[in-house]
């Protein structure tokens, strides 16, 4: 019987990855492919991080296609449904990138960086030394998936209300309201998880900024959701009390290349901590994720339930 044939696009062997290739390899044919130089004519099955639309043309027997990460924006995921192409991501990370966002919203509130980049200067910042606690806030979670679950989880452990947008799922131990609109109204923070679709871009704008007077938000989900001058606006005019923002619209090129992905003076403003896509890379994080896919492809060689299928007519 032939065996299966699968791609695994790379950016180089790592240990890692010649643990997944040393597995995968006794079940199937496994061929690997750098991140851009590859085609997939003749191959089943797809591993990567990113996929050009252009590739599909030669997938002449492409049915599954698994990515070593969470986001899914960098797949042509409309596509994937229109040839009945199963996508299957990775959630393993998210209980650590919910700490990470926990951290952002602690540090953010409480003034640390600004007291730390004071005092370097001599500064004792008397003129206002007050900072304030998460444990008297109350919590809103704008994107209720696997990772606002688990900042859900570390918000419930430490005594903070937290309300979400009712979106028909299971809600145990957390409020729900109707509208982002409304969650403004309720949440003192709000952390935002979302992915990147057309139903979420620029989701918040000057209005629901206005909404936010004397407030904070987190985002460690996608960055499309947030219209960079209306944030700007309402942080330089003080509406809004502060914000945390992991997440922007690109990334350098290559990690010796310095750039600041935004295009307004943000690292002017005292009321933000800017983080440089930071929560997804945890000292392990990558081994993680290529263990958890590498398991999940062997439920799929092997006829098994495989875990984390991406609806690819949402996008998530």
Not at 193 to 213: E, N, V, W, Y
Not at 274 to 296: C, F, I, P, W
């Amino acid at each position: 019987m032939k065996k299966c044939k699968i791609c695994l696009s790379i950016a180089g062997m790592d240990e890692a990855f010649a643990k997944m290739y040393g597995t995968l390899r006794t079940y199937a044919d496994v061929q690997i492919a750098d991140l851009e130089h590859f085609s997939l004519e003749g191959t089943d099955v797809f591993i990567g991080k990113k996929l050009p639309a252009e590739k599909l043309a030669a997938a002449d027997r492409l049915k599954a296609v698994f990515a070593y990460k969470t986001g899914v924006d960098d797949f042509p995921v409309g596509e994937f449904a229109k040839r009945g192409i199963s996508l299957f991501n990775s959630h393993i990370n998210s209980r650590y990138i919910a700490h990470y966002a926990f951290s952002l919203a602690a540090a953010l509130v409480s003034r640390i960086a600004e007291f730390d980049r004071r005092m370097r200067q001599g500064d004792w910042a008397n003129d206002n030394p007050y900072w304030k606690s998460l444990f008297n806030m109350k919590a809103g979670i704008v994107g209720y998936g696997h990772i606002g679950r688990e900042i859900h989880a570390l918000l419930r452990a430490n005594g903070i209300e937290s309300y979400t947008i009712d979106r028909g799922k299971d809600y145990d131990g957390i409020g729900t309201v109707a509208s982002l609109e409304e969650l403004c109204a309720a949440a003192d923070i709000l952390f935002l998880s979302l992915p990147k679709t057309g139903a979420t871009d620029k989701m918040f704008d000057g209005k629901i900024f206005s909404l936010l007077r004397g407030k904070y938000i987190v985002n460690v989900g996608r960055s499309n959701c947030i219209d960079e001058a209306a944030l700007y606006e309402a942080l330089s005019s003080g509406a809004l009390a502060g914000a945390a923002i992991d997440t922007w619209r690109e990334k350098p090129a290559t990690v010796r290349d310095r750039l600041k992905p935004f295009d307004y003076p943000f690292e002017t403003l005292q009321n933000i901590l800017l983080s440089s896509h930071k929560a997804m890379q945890l000292s392990d994080g990558h081994e993680r994720y290529v263990q958890d896919v590498t398991e999940n492809v062997l439920r799929y060689l092997n006829g098994e339930r495989t875990l984390n299928a991406v609806d690819c007519r949402l996008g998530y």
